[in-house]
T-cell receptor, first 109, second 115 residues
Framework: GIQVEQSPPDLILQEGANSTLRCNFS?????LQWFHQNPWGQLINLFY???GTKQNGRLSATTVATERYSLLYISSSQTTDSGVYFC???????????FGRGTSLIVHP | NAGVMQNPRHLVRRRGQEARLRCSPM?????VYWYRQLPEEGLKFMVY????????ESGMPKERFSAEFPKEGPSILRIQQVVRGDSAAYFC?????????????FGPGTRLTVT
């Protein structure tokens, strides 16, 4: 199956800073999603983005399928952005999603 | 427009007991996935079901674990004779039956503690 790697594993920011989270995958993707797991454990859909660019408020994402990576941009970060960000993708002949290990983000006031 | 529902949210079982976790998908969704998350780790796929069919159970342990998604009612993940290593958060996700698009929506999870 497809391999998914995320970087950085940990990120600490001051409120108001911008950040870029990266997701590399090992094969062509059918489906790719970004999730935010908040401190209460809830998984929140951010983007469904197997290719192209999308924006939602302070968040945006870009997937370059031909180069096998996706980026999640967080601008003007807020303390409520804290949590773990996961990338999940399926491909390489399988429709079963593989999750990366996540990027743990802490935003300080 | 209710999202994916899971119950119970927290479950405590003694070693050797059975755990039953329930998942009701979003309205109109016919695909259900179960995942397990250990502390400080990502989600690991367990099983993928459609109504009355197990499509892929490659991530589920061969013994003690079973899953079903009956024609009526929620999907059930059953763990028999639980052991301490089964303690984890179990998440269910559902997706719509739309061709090749498998955007998943997650429930709040069930946190299983085995004492």
């Amino acid at each position: 199956g497809i391999q998914v790697e995320q970087s950085p594993p940990d990120l600490i920011l001051q409120e108001g800073a911008n950040s870029t989270l990266r997701c590399n995958f090992s094969d062509s993707v059918n489906n790719l999603q970004w999730f935010h797991q908040n401190p209460w454990g809830q998984l929140i859909n951010l983007f469904y983005i197997p290719s192209g660019t999308k924006q939602n408020g302070r968040l945006s994402a870009t997937t370059v399928a031909t180069e096998r990576y996706s980026l999640l941009y967080i601008s003007s970060s807020q303390t409520t952005d804290s949590g773990v960000y996961f990338c999940a993708a399926d491909g390489g002949g399988s429709y079963i999603p593989t999750f990366g290990r996540g990027t743990s983000l802490i935003v300080h006031p | 427009n209710a999202g994916v529902m899971q119950n119970p949210r927290h479950l405590v079982r003694r070693r050797g007991q059975e755990a039953r976790l329930r998942c009701s998908p979003m309205k109109g969704h016919s695909h259900v996935y179960w995942y397990r998350q250990l502390p400080e780790e990502g989600l690991k796929f367990m099983v993928y079901l459609q109504k009355e069919n197990i499509i892929d159970e490659s991530g589920m342990p061969k013994e003690r674990f079973s899953a079903e998604f009956p024609k009526e009612g929620p999907s059930i993940l059953r763990i028999q004779q639980v052991v301490r290593g089964d303690s984890a958060a179990y998440f269910c996700a559902s997706s719509p039956p739309d061709g090749q698009v498998y955007e998943q929506y997650f429930g709040p999870g069930t946190r299983l503690t085995v004492t």
